[in-house]
Each structure stands twice: as C-alpha cells, then as structure tokens.
C-alpha cells in the first residue's frame, strides 16, 4: 500500500466517523453551521471513497486499447471528487448560510455542539497530519518541495486529502466561532454567516483541485528534476552525439513516457566494433572484390545489432535513474 493509498484510507475512516458525530450535533443544535460542516464530512466521505475507486482502477494492467495503461484514472476521479466539494458542499452549505443569516433560526444545546466539534477538531487534526506526513514523504521522492509537490506533484490522491483535511480543520474552526459569536451576541444570524464561510472554503480547495487535475489530465511533462536525469544518461553516453526531439509525459502518478530522437556517433561505433578485429588477418582474407563485399554487409549488420544493442542499454540505463520511466523510446536518427 502506497503513502498516497494509506493517507487516503485513513481520512475515509476519520471522516465517516466525524460525519456521523456531526450530524448528531446538527440533530440537537439545529446550527446552519454545523449542518455545513456535515455536508462538508459527507462530501469528503463521497469523494474520499472516488479516490479509492480512482486508486484501483489505475492499477489496472494496459491493454491492446490502452497500451499505456490506466494510470490517469485517478485523474478522473479526482477531478469527480473535487466537482462533488464544489457543487454539493460549497453550493448547499452558501445556500443554507444565506437563508440562517436572511431569517435566523433559534439554536439549541450549543454546549453539545461544541464539544463535538472539538472532538472533530481532534480526529481532523490528527488525519491531516498523517496525510501531510505522506505527501512530504511522496514529495522527498519526488525531489521536490512540499509546496512544488502539492502544485504540480503527479499523485493527485494524497494531496486531495490534505487540502480536504486542511478545509475540514479551518471549516471546524469557522464553525466553533460563528456558534461562539452567536452564543455571545444571542444573534444566530452568526452561525449563518459560518456556513457561508466554509462553503466558500469548500469552492476554493473545489477550484485548485479541479484545476490541478484538469493539468494532469492533458498529460504534463514531469518534473524537471526528473526529465534531467534521464537526459544526463544520455549526455553521459560517449556513443550518443546528439540528443533532439525530447518529449516526456505523465502517464500517471508514478509512470513516465520519455522519448528521445538520438544521433549516435558512427565514428566511436566503429572503432569499438574494429577494436575486437585482428585488422591483419583480416585484410589477408581480401582477395578480391567478393571478398571485401562480404567484409562490408558483416560490418554493416555488426553495426546495425550494435545500434539496437546501445539503444537496450540506454533504455534499461534511463530506468534505472528514473524509475517512474516506465515507457522509453529512443530514436535512433
């Protein structure tokens, strides 16, 4: 089970067990806040569960179809988690808030909805660390920093849990607060303006995250960091002359597409393929212009399984720094 996998695993698990807390404060509180915050953990809950699917269905083996594999689809339904965040969560919880704070409704037993809201806050907080853990690790292998991994990382799984998990902790936050005020104030119009509060929370982490997958989808080049390695396998290469046409994209959260046209430099070919010769002996066989034909169509088949043979080596070569690498093709030119 990969980091991504587990951080995942573990916010599902968090959230259904706060979403259910949530809405037995809701039941006994009639807060349009806390009734925000429980169409926040279900969304999550929702979405959380696409992600699993996505996580599956791109482990799939490729096939005649799809040769490159299912590696994207957790693309898809990440950006399907994120429209469910913005369309259900951010919509209904704005909706209700701008009703509560139009005509506020009287609250009820706010001391029950304060403490379950700290103990959401608790399981919250703790998931959001065990979800930030697993991105900083993904992001050390990735050699990049947190925040270039949560921008432009390839794994969209763990870092939707904890952009959700950061939402939920500041949407629990909103929530303790707006009930406070209103408490204080004996003003519910408060509590309305909570649930505003968060579902606008909700439409921003819905907008990056739509927008993040939505750059995957279009297969990216990945990062720099990675794209050097492998070129610094072929600039290292005292066979290789010049290197063109470069193109390399993501296929999925750790597979990489790197294609390359390369000029290989006939004169090192050569003289690695003469240096294996006895030249003398050699040239005591030619004696006549049949003799030299058959000489040059052997070299010439030696230097095309020397091509292919160059060309297994860097491929196997470019792997071997670049693990994600999955799919390689140089073009010899």
């Known amino acids: ?14 959230d259904f067990v706060i979403a259910m807390a949530k809405t037995v404060a809701f039941l006994l509180t009639g807060s349009t806040a806390i009734m ?10 929702t979405n959380q569960s696409l992600l699993v699917v ?8 490729p096939d005649r179809d799809y040769p490159y594999g299912f590696g994207r689809s957790r693309y898809i339904w990440a950006l399907l988690s994120a429209a469910g965040v913005l369309f259900v969560g951010s919509g209904v919880s704005v909706v209700r808030g701008a009703q509560q704070l139009w005509a506020p409704e009287p609250l009820e037993h706010l001391g029950w909805g304060f403490v379950i809201l700290l103990g ?33 990382g390839p794994d969209p799984m763990g870092v939707a849990v904890v952009l959700e998990d950061a939402s ?22 408060w509590d309305g303006a909570a649930s505003i509060a968060i579902g606008l929370l909700l439409g921003v982490s819905a907008v990056f995250l739509i927008n993040r997958n939505r750059r995957l989808l279009l297969g990216p080049a990945p990062p720099s960091e990675s794209v050097a390695r492998m070129l610094a396998v072929l600039e290292d290469s005292p066979i290789v002359a010049r290197i063109q046409d470069v ?15 390369v000029t290989f430099d006939g004169h090192e070919l050569a003289r690695r393929l003469l240096a294996g010769r006895d030249l003398d002996a050699t040239w005591s066989t030619l004696n006549g212009p049949q003799a030299l034909e058959r000489l040059l ?11 292919g043979d160059e060309v297994d080596r860097l491929e196997e070569a470019l792997t071997e720094a670049a693990p994600e690498a999955r799919h390689v093709d140089l073009e010899p030119d």
């Not at 925000?36 to 809950?45: K, T």
């Not at 936050?173 to 005020?181: K, N, V, Y």
């Not at 193109?247 to 046209?261: I, M, P, T």
């Open 1 to 14: 089970m990969t980091t991504s996998t587990r951080a995942v695993a573990v916010a599902l698990f968090v």
């Open 54 to 61: 996505g996580i599956v269905r791109s482990r799939r083996k």
């Open 297 to 307: 169509v052997e070299f010439g088949g030696e230097v095309t399984d020397a091509i």
């Open 168 to 189: 939920a902790v500041l949407g629990v936050l909103i929530a303790m607060t707006g009930l406070g005020l209103a408490e204080r104030s004996g003003n519910a119009a």
């Open 120 to 152: 959401s806050l608790v399981a919250e907080s703790m998931s959001l660390a065990f979800g930030f853990s697993a991105v900083r690790r993904s992001a050390r292998e990735a050699d990049q920093s947190m925040w270039q991994y949560l921008r432009r």
């Open 36 to 45: 925000a915050e429980v169409l926040h953990s279900a969304a999550d809950v």
């Open 247 to 261: 193109k390399a994209s993501q296929l999925g959260a750790d597979a990489v597409r790197f294609k390359a046209e």
